[in-house]
Every structure is written in structure tokens, then in C-alpha cells.
């Protein structure tokens, strides 16, 4: 019966997802062919990033909506995504320059012969929110339940970690929703036990009263990271590009520091799709200007691939 459950679960995300995908790909065909190719001239002249709907992008967003991007030297095109994976795929197909990941998954690229560099370390981090009609209140209440998730990814070594720490009477399920709007969704339509959340999705699960069941940042992991493609190092105008990209980062990171999250709410609004409640429930966050990741957290990335 379970894994029946599991069946519908997946199809019903397959389709938002096919539904999603369909309006773009409908509004890329109603450009002329002149308007592709000016841009097509745009893509190959800046410095392509692919973000996500999560907090860990506010500095980028920023810098871009406010031209710190232009006002640096360098002209960012962002490319959009609500699944890690289509980031991931975007740069080991080279559509992109760079992308927000996490070092789990980048070190799966690199290993399938996407070679990255990680000049930025992010403050993403995950919550496992339960839903509250499954009453789970500890974690071995997981026992026979559907936990939301990405393969290969610091969500399925966060799984790992938490069903590891405990003995659970029958398995728990790890039920691949990449989109993260569907995720979201899923778990307030009831349709998923639990599913790993970054922010602004998990306050937006705990305002209709889910549980926080676990935090990343409780295991001491940093694992969020934007990446680059490595052989970009060599090419003097595109590392030229990414030094400035660089510099603009954290220009917004000191703006965000200064003035709080909460300042930004026109920009959470449009780039998040929030209302202004989700907006003043957001917790406090620190940005950190562009750095490396940890010694440690490589290590977890490369011994989970």
C-alpha cells in the first residue's frame, strides 16, 4: 500500500513538473527568429548563472536587480530553476557559467566529468518538516513514512544521516521531488510525510503549522556553494567576469548584513513568489562574503559519491 502511495505521489509530481516546463518552452517558440538570435548574442557575451527560489540566492538577486552586477563591469544573465537538478544539469551542459548547488551534488558532476570550482560557500541550509496530520514528533516516528528528497544530493545525505541515528521498526522511504514548489505543495496537499526544506519554503511549512523535525546547521554542514566550471579559470575574459561577479556578490552580502533580510521584501516578493506574512516570518540570516567551503564539508561530499 505504500509503496502504491509512493506511485501516485511521483506521477502527481511528474505532471506539475511536465506542466511547468510546457509554459516556457511555449514562450521560448513565440520568439521570432530575430529575437532569438539577439538572445542568443546576449547569452555568449555575459556570464550565465542558474539560481534557485532559496534565500542562500538573495545576494545574488540582489546584486543583479540592483545593478551591482553592471555597476562591477560584467553583465550576469540568471537563469531560473526550481530544481537543483535542472541547475546541475544546466551547467554540465554548459548553458550556464555557473550555478548554486551543493557539494554533494557537485562532486557527482565532477565525478561524471563536470570539472567545478567553488568560490563561494552559501548559508543554505535544510529543515525536515513533518507534517503535522502524521503527528511525528521524534525520529524514529519515521518508520514506514515518505520522506521528500533529491538523489545524490546533501537532502539524500541529510536522510542518512537522520534514519542512521535512529532505529526505525520498518524502512523509511526517500521519494524523489526535485521541484521544490511541488514539494512544498505536496506537503501541504498531505501527500508526503516529510520533506527536506531550504528557506523561504520552510517557513512557509511551518506557518501552516508543520514541524521542524531537524536542522542541517545542528550537524555542523555547510554544504551550499556557487560553482563554476573550472576550465573557465583559463579563459582570461570569463574569469575577468566571475572576479567581478565576485566582488558585486559581496557588496550585496554587506547590504543584506546591514540592513536585513526583511528589508528586501519587494525582491523576495518578485524573485520568491511570497506574500508579505511569509515575508516578516522569515528568520534572521548572515551573509558571508565570497570564500571557499571547509576542508570538512568536501570531505562529506566526496566520500557520499
Known amino acids: 500500500m505504500k509503496k502504491f502511495s509512493i506511485m501516485i505521489c511521483l506521477v502527481s509530481a511528474l505532471l506539475l513538473g511536465m506542466a511547468s516546463c510546457g509554459d516556457s518552452q511555449q514562450k521560448r517558440l513565440r520568439l521570432s527568429k530575430q529575437e532569438k538570435a539577439q538572445l542568443d548574442s ?4 555575459s556570464l550565465k548563472v542558474g539560481v534557485m527560489p532559496t534565500l542562500d540566492c538573495l545576494p545574488v538577486y540582489l546584486a543583479y536587480e540592483d545593478s551591482i552586477f553592471l555597476k562591477q563591469g560584467v553583465t550576469v544573465h540568471l537563469y531560473r530553476y526550481n530544481a537543483q537538478m535542472d541547475c546541475d544539469t544546466a551547467i ?5 557559467e555557473g550555478t ?13 566529468g563536470t570539472q567545478l570550482f567553488y568560490p563561494v560557500s552559501t548559508n543554505l541550509y535544510w529543515q525536515l518538516i513533518t ?16 520522506i521528500a528528497m533529491t538523489r545524490h544530493s546533501a537532502t539524500d545525505y541529510l536522510s542518512t544521516l537522520v534514519i542512521d541515528s535512529v532505529k526505525t521498526k520498518y524502512d523509511v522511504y526517500r521519494v524523489q521531488i526535485n521541484d521544490l514548489n511541488i514539494r512544498l505543495r505536496m506537503l501541504l496537499n498531505n501527500e508526503m510525510d516529510a520533506a527536506w526544506m531550504p528557506e523561504p519554503y520552510a517557513t512557509q511549512a511551518r506557518m501552516a503549522k508543520h514541524v521542524a523535525l531537524a536542522d542541517s546547521r545542528d550537524k555542523n554542514l555547510q554544504l551550499g556553494v556557487i560553482a563554476f566550471r573550472s576550465k573557465l579559470k583559463a579563459e582570461p575574459r570569463r574569469k575577468k567576469q566571475i572576479d567581478r561577479f565576485l566582488k558585486a556578490y559581496d557588496i550585496a552580502v554587506d547590504s543584506i548584513n546591514k540592513n536585513g533580510v526583511h528589508h528586501y521584501a519587494a525582491l523576495l516578493t518578485k524573485y520568491y513568489g511570497i506574500d508579505a506574512q511569509t515575508v516578516s516570518n522569515l528568520p534572521k540570516l548572515k551573509y558571508s562574503h565570497a570564500m571557499e567551503p571547509r576542508q570538512r564539508d568536501l570531505k562529506v561530499a566526496d566520500i557520499n559519491n
Not at 546576449?42 to 557575451?45: L, Y
Not at 548554486?100 to 561524471?112: C, E, F, G, I, Y
Not at 507534517?131 to 515518505?146: P, T, V, Y
Open 42 to 45: 546576449i547569452d555568449r557575451a
Open 92 to 96: 554540465a551542459r554548459k548553458r550556464v
Open 100 to 112: 548554486v548547488t551543493d557539494l554533494v551534488r557537485a562532486a557527482r558532476l565532477q565525478k561524471q
Open 131 to 146: 507534517n503535522r496530520k502524521a503527528r511525528i514528533s521524534e525520529l524514529k516516528q519515521l518508520s514506514d513514512k515518505m
